[in-house]
């Protein structure tokens, strides 16, 4: 007796992702794939979660004057929350903050107040050029007094490149070095990855945020923000007052 060949049974499938019985029943056997889950839900949860995460976090990256100013907005116990936690920040700042300076290094001291330092704190060295036409190395030079000061925790030191380094090139000047546990993190040769001759304090500040320095949220960094802002302001006032003046002067000799 002849035996029939198999011939494989069609299954007609009108539309794999419709919510019918018979496709619920071809999912159960395994016989077309499960159906794709709506990505709606799962992107309005996504959304709702970040809105109140950022609800939660609106009072992250305000200072002890702003969160005063919001006592009639928020509730008092969220508020005292908040100050508590500036209070400590600024407490843990202030303790940190030892340097506040530019300290001059001779390379026999490198070892000690640079490497050895960096276990402490992080460590900046500013390799500078030993000759005044280097334009870079002079605005450097102001910029990293002005970043000292303000950045009392990291510890900003300077020498000339060519006595710390023998033979080092001056078309590599300035560099900037930055330390932690005794290792080199970063190194930046001459100004041209940041601004070049226009190279401000935010652009070293944002080095300071990339090597882990300082958080995005440091209030010391919001402050620069303001001052730069109110300098705009004040500038865009002199030039509205300048204008105006001119102006009158006009009128009297027509």
Not at 44 to 57: D, K, M, P
Request: charged share 35%.
């Amino acid at each position: 007796m002849n035996q029939m060949p198999d011939i494989p049974v069609q299954v007609p499938i009108d539309n794999p992702n419709a919510d019918t019985e018979w496709n619920d029943i071809l999912r159960k056997h395994g016989i077309i794939p499960e159906k794709p889950k709506d990505p709606e839900p799962v992107i309005q949860e996504a959304l709702l979660e970040a809105h109140q995460r950022a609800h939660e976090n609106r009072l992250e990256d305000k200072d002890l004057d702003e969160l005063a100013a919001l006592e009639d907005d928020e509730d008092e116990a969220f508020l005292e929350q908040y100050r508590q936690k500036r209070m400590a920040e600024i407490n843990a700042l202030a303790k940190a903050s030892k340097f506040g300076s530019v300290y001059p290094l001779q390379k026999v001291d490198f070892t000690r107040e640079v490497t050895e330092a960096s276990q402490q704190a992080y460590v900046f060295v500013f390799l500078s050029s030993s000759t005044d036409s280097n334009v870079e190395s002079r605005v450097l030079g102001k910029l990293w007094r002005e970043v000292a000061q303000k950045y009392g925790d990291v510890k900003f030191c300077q020498i000339r490149a060519d006595m710390c380094i023998e033979g080092y090139p001056e078309r590599n000047c300035p560099t900037i070095l930055v330390y932690k546990d005794g290792d080199i993190r970063r190194q930046i040769v001459t100004l041209r990855e940041l601004q070049g001759v226009r190279t401000k304090s935010e652009d070293l500040e944002r080095v300071l945020v990339q090597v882990g320095v300082v958080r995005e949220g440091d209030t010391r960094l919001k402050k620069r923000d303001e001052d730069e802002e109110e300098t705009q302001g004040r500038h865009n006032g002199l030039g509205r007052t300048k204008q105006a003046t001119n102006a009158d002067d006009d009128d009297e000799w027509d």
